[in-house]
């Protein structure tokens, strides 16, 4: 598997950087069609103790940097945080965003969405844990998918967590690919990149078949990956 595991070089970014960082991402999201204009959340780390992360029921493509939720991370709150400003109401997802920042310490932005192709494959009971295509492999190693959980419940960072803490990149079965990275830039790539493999992994099965690569090919290409990143 491949997971990284390094920090930034230039020091953490501003919040102002961050928040248009977010706001830009999940327009992006939004126009490349990986969302209905309520769903998905995008959030990142602000220093040791904050998170900014995307409103609740908001339309994701018209969102302001001033729109993002700064939270303080809280374990006393009942998601793990609480917002800053009392009137903004964060993502009914953050008690998935607040376990995966304790479980990968290394972990800086998170990105979910419900990318119509790799929710499909799940619906039809495919996986991408063997990718199918060579540069998933060496961008991401494996992609699993974690079995169904009630959306906003406890259940989610419950399934999740496991499997985080040896993968940058997972989908949530029925509900979209989860992507971790030491940017939100990084992340939506990330989340692209899943998405792209899924569209490729659908339209394979469209024409009758879509073998994935052999163990000992994909093996090959996580040792030519880990090659690469120690350049």
Same mark, same amino acid.
């Given at each position: 598997?491949?997971?990284?595991r @390094?920090?930034?070089s230039k020091g953490?970014?501003?919040?102002?950087t961050?928040?248009?960082?977010?706001? /830009? *991402? @999940?327009r992006?999201?939004y126009? &490349?069609?990986?969302?209905a204009?309520?769903?998905g959340?995008?959030?990142?780390?602000l220093?040791e $103790?904050?998170?900014l992360?995307t409103p609740?029921g908001v339309?994701?493509?018209?969102? *302001?940097?001033?729109?993002?939720v700064k939270?303080?991370r809280?374990? &006393?709150?009942?998601?793990g @945080?609480?917002?800053?400003?009392?009137?903004q109401r964060a993502?009914?997802? =953050? &008690?998935m965003?607040v376990?995966l920042?304790?479980a990968?310490?290394d !972990? =800086?932005a998170i990105?979910h969405?419900?990318?119509?192709h790799a929710? @499909?494959l799940?619906?039809?009971?495919?996986? =991408?844990d063997?990718p199918? !295509?060579?540069? *998933?492999?060496l961008? +991401?190693?494996?992609?699993?998918?974690?079995p169904?959980?009630?959306?906003?419940?406890?259940? !989610?960072?419950?399934a999740?967590?496991?499997i985080a803490r040896d993968h940058?990149?997972f989908? =949530?079965e029925?509900?979209?690919?989860v992507?971790?990275?030491?940017s939100?830039e990084?992340?939506?790539? &990330?989340l692209e990149i899943v998405?792209?493999?899924?569209k490729i992994?659908? +339209?394979?099965?469209?024409t009758g078949?879509a073998?994935p690569? /052999?163990e000992?090919?994909?093996?090959?290409l996580r040792?030519?990956? $880990?090659?690469l990143?120690?350049?």
């Amino acid at each position: 598997m491949q997971v990284s595991r @390094a920090p930034f070089s230039k020091g953490p970014p501003s919040e102002h950087t961050l928040r248009r960082a977010l706001a /830009d *991402a @999940a327009r992006v999201l939004y126009e &490349r069609g990986h969302n209905a204009p309520p769903d998905g959340n995008l959030s990142a780390r602000l220093g040791e $103790r904050y998170l900014l992360c995307t409103p609740s029921g908001v339309h994701k493509g018209r969102l *302001a940097p001033e729109d993002l939720v700064k939270l303080a991370r809280d374990p &006393r709150a009942p998601l793990g @945080a609480r917002a800053i400003e009392p009137r903004q109401r964060a993502s009914s997802e =953050l &008690r998935m965003h607040v376990a995966l920042y304790d479980a990968r310490p290394d !972990v =800086l932005a998170i990105a979910h969405a419900h990318c119509p192709h790799a929710v @499909a494959l799940t619906v039809a009971g495919h996986t =991408l844990d063997r990718p199918v !295509v060579p540069e *998933a492999i060496l961008a +991401l190693g494996s992609i699993p998918t974690v079995p169904y959980a009630s959306p906003t419940t406890a259940d !989610v960072p419950a399934a999740v967590v496991g499997i985080a803490r040896d993968h940058d990149a997972f989908i =949530l079965e029925r509900h979209g690919p989860v992507c971790l990275g030491r940017s939100i830039e990084e992340a939506v790539s &990330r989340l692209e990149i899943v998405e792209h493999t899924a569209k490729i992994t659908l +339209l394979a099965l469209a024409t009758g078949s879509a073998a994935p690569i /052999d163990e000992a090919e994909s093996a090959r290409l996580r040792e030519i990956a $880990r090659a690469l990143a120690m350049r």
